[in-house]
């Protein structure tokens, strides 16, 4: 088995670039995954790992070899180099270099009666872990970044979503892409929005449905207002007029949920 004790190995050097560049993500087509649950939610999803690096003394051979399978190949690091690239301050000494997906719309794989989410140029990476595990909770049937404003393989994103970037459908694309996908699928469009709305409660999501939600500054774009089914908003009885887009999320989901009887 390889070990590698040195930071400045050209192998760690290029890692570290994963988890610091979008662009040698990009041009790599791989990514780093870090902690145990992590790794096994990425393999479950289909994600496919090139190499597993380990540190023995927090975790066993065994136990890599049970998380990783026999597809990846496996090196022995020393806390020294597992320091330099961990993006946690703690987590179980293994990290996995995984190849990233495609994330296209047309590679979406929806039943007859989807509950999609739709995020509009989404900028903070926490908030886009946030929303990932919250379609996580609710089984949702995709995920969809309308203009994303963040690499999906942000190791931000990887972290705050605690691994539900694995276990979401998720596709990225322009704006307009995604309006003409959802209108080729019969798929109403309720959006999250102030400007001519009604209250979300009033509405039925039991059909084919997407929850459209927009960044906590400006909002939705006017392409979207444009393309609604209707505009829906959640009654604010407070002093302040918008909340977290994942806590606003969070309630239109599980409202739609409610409709449907909670059926996973």
């Known amino acids: 088995m390889k070990q590698i004790s040195s930071t400045q190995n050209p192998f760690i050097k290029s890692l570290v670039q994963l988890q610091e560049k979008a662009k040698a993500r990009r041009q790599s087509g791989t990514f780093l995954i870090e902690g145990q649950r992590e790794i096994m939610l990425a393999t479950k999803g289909g994600y496919e790992l090139e190499s597993v ?11 890599v070899k049970q998380l990783a399978g026999r597809q990846a190949n496996l090196t022995e690091i020393n806390r020294e180099v ?17 190849k990233s997906k495609s994330l296209r719309l047309e590679d979406l794989q929806l039943g007859d009666n989807p509950l999609v989410l739709v995020a509009e140029a989404t ?14 909770a609710a089984n949702l049937d995709a995920v969809i970044i309308a203009n994303p404003k963040s690499d999906m393989y942000n190791p931000n994103i990887v972290r705050s979503s605690v691994g539900c970037l694995f276990t ?3 596709a990225t694309a322009s704006t307009q892409e995604v309006i003409d996908f959802l209108k080729s699928k019969g798929i109403a469009i309720y959006c999250a929005t102030l400007q ?6 009033t509405q039925d999501y039991s059909a084919p449905t997407a929850l459209v939600v927009g960044t906590e500054a400006t909002g939705l774009t006017q392409e979207w207002r444009d393309a609604s089914t209707k505009n829906i908003i959640i009654p604010m009885q407070g002093e302040i007029d ?6 606003a999320a969070a309630i239109l989901i599980f409202e739609a949920k409610r409709q449907r009887g909670f059926n996973l």
């Open 82 to 98: 597992y320091q330099k690239l961990a993006y946690r301050d703690t987590t179980e000494g293994i990290l996995a270099v995984a």
């Open 168 to 170: 979401n459908q998720i």
């Open 242 to 247: 918008s909340m977290n887009v994942s806590v």
């Open 196 to 201: 001519d709305s009604t209250y979300y409660h």
């Open 123 to 136: 900028e903070k990476p926490g908030n886009l872990g946030a929303l990932l595990r919250t379609a996580d």
């Open 53 to 63: 690096l380990f540190v023995p003394e927090m975790i066993s051979e065994a136990e």
